[in-house]
């Protein structure tokens, strides 16, 4: 149980809270650039933490713990705008805005 706790701590303390800081960042300065909608800023989240809790294990391994947050960092905005890049080069913030309209209508 105490190993749980202690992977929950690195989780949070090393991964999670660097991504979340990151994405943050992110977000506040495409704010004052371009017009951010609920669903863009919910897409930014999810897959920008997403990236780097995916990446995490790798670069816990990999780095030593100085340079984790901002490694964590890096991944987060990088996957974020990746993930942007997709959703909206394939056109599936329409898809999912339908899909949401659809469910909510009834």
Known sequence: MEEIQEEMRT?????LIPAFVAVSIKIAVTSRKNK????????SIVTGVGSAYLFSGLI???????FVPLMIALVTI????IGNWL???LNID???????EKYYKK
Do not use: Q, R
């Open 11 to 15: 989780l949070w303390a090393k991964v």
């Open 36 to 43: 951010m909608t609920i669903f863009n800023v919910i897409a």
């Open 60 to 66: 816990l391994s990999n780095f030593s713990p100085e």
């Open 78 to 81: 990088s996957g974020e705008k």
């Open 87 to 89: 959703i909206f080069k």
């Open 94 to 100: 329409t898809l999912i805005e339908a899909l949401i």
